[in-house]
């Protein structure tokens, strides 16, 4: 053990850490693996951290490739969080020795982008976003970031280098925070405001518009999840059967316990799993996790139905966990027969 320390050390990170990944029987020899395909013993810090943070993603089964990308961190081909993970991406799909071009161009190796391209490309977004971060300040400056994120020039950017020049242009459009950033402030100006009537129409002079439910899954990290089918397998006739069983089609699942009233806590859930499965022509079922019987209560079950149809969705089904138990235990009772499970 006090070898892997040592190793991964050598990578850059400290004595707490390296003892920690060593002690961990699934990093600890994927890590070390990767160390040995580079066929180095010291390395840089940005290329130690890639290669660590390589070895929390990857496995055999899902990133055949592992050592091909390690060696390319190790000779400076791969630079970034970004190329690595594009890098992850390609070679769950493909086999990167038989066409290293193509891999180069999906990695985005040998893109350098200057600090003079990070500037204009984000003085444009800026730009483009003008008039309402004037109107809404740094309210607005979440969905200016975004766009910068998704603009295809900055695609290989230093992402340190992005947000720094980012915050740097910001500043100097908006000015530091001041009364008007601050949400309590913004709080007694509501009251003081006129009724809701004047405000709304106050609102539609500026030209705010709701966002739809559309948009919401077509803009930043939720925006690249995968199509049905795509997500990699270990088996590919998982896939397969998967497609069977769904036809191809987006199915959701929201999972409450029915043991009290649903808040605003769970309003994220709902909104991403109905309104993911609507954008995208699926359905989202309705299934009470009811694993806690003395807690329960009928009551609970019908308020959680009413606010989800209240907030414009309808359960495809209404399923509950309890459905499944006996099906489990079952199970539980073969395993155990089989020598798989004990009690």
């Known amino acids: 053990m006090d070898g892997l320390i040592t190793k991964f050390e050598a990578l850059g990170l400290t004595a707490d850490k390296a003892k920690e990944a060593a002690g961990n029987k699934k990093l600890a020899p994927t ?76 990695c985005g190796v040998g893109v350098v982008v200057s600090d003079a391209e990070i500037s204009a490309a984000i003085a444009g977004v800026l730009d483009s976003f003008k008039d309402t971060l004037l109107a809404e300040r740094y309210r607005a400056l979440g969905r200016a970031l975004g766009k910068v994120k998704s603009t295809a020039a900055l695609q290989w950017a230093d992402s340190g280098k992005v947000k720094s020049e980012f915050d740097a242009q910001a500043l100097a459009l908006l000015g530091p925070k001041d009364e008007r950033d601050d949400p309590a402030a913004a709080k007694k100006a509501a009251k003081k405001a ?39 397998q270990i088996k590919p006739e998982l896939t397969a059967e998967h497609l069977r069983a769904t036809g191809g089609q987006v199915i959701t699942r929201f999972p409450p316990e029915p043991n009290g009233f649903l808040h605003i ?8 799993n109905f309104g993911y499965a609507k954008t995208h022509g699926g359905v989202c079922n309705l299934r009470y996790d009811d694993t806690n019987p003395e807690a ?12 989800i149809r209240w907030l414009g969705f309808e359960p495809h089904q209404v399923l509950y966990s309890s459905d499944y138990f006996q099906q489990l235990y079952d199970l539980a009772v073969q395993l155990t027969e089989r020598g798989l499970a004990y009690v």
């Not at 009724?195 to 919401?216: D, F, I, N």
């Not at 329960?296 to 606010?307: F, M, N, R, W």
Request: charged letters at 25%.
């Open 194 to 232: 006129a009724p809701k009537a004047a405000s709304a129409k106050s609102a539609e002079s500026r030209g705010w518009e709701p966002a739809t439910l559309e948009s919401m899954f077509a803009e930043g990290e939720i925006s690249r999840l995968h199509k049905v089918g795509e997500n990699p």
């Open 265 to 272: 806590g769970h309003a994220k859930a709902i909104n991403v």
């Open 31 to 106: 890590l070390d693996g990767l160390i040995t395909a580079t066929g180095q013993s010291s390395f840089s810090k940005n290329t130690g951290m890639l290669l660590y943070k390589l070895a929390a993603k990857v496995t055999k089964e899902k990133t055949p490739h592992g050592d091909y990308i390690a060696q390319a961190i190790g000779s400076g081909r791969l630079g970034s969080d970004e190329q690595v993970s594009a890098a992850t991406k390609f070679c769950s799909k493909n086999d990167p020795t038989a066409d290293e071009k193509a891999f180069d161009a999906a």
């Open 296 to 307: 329960e209560e009928q009551v609970y079950v019908d308020s959680i139905l009413e606010i």
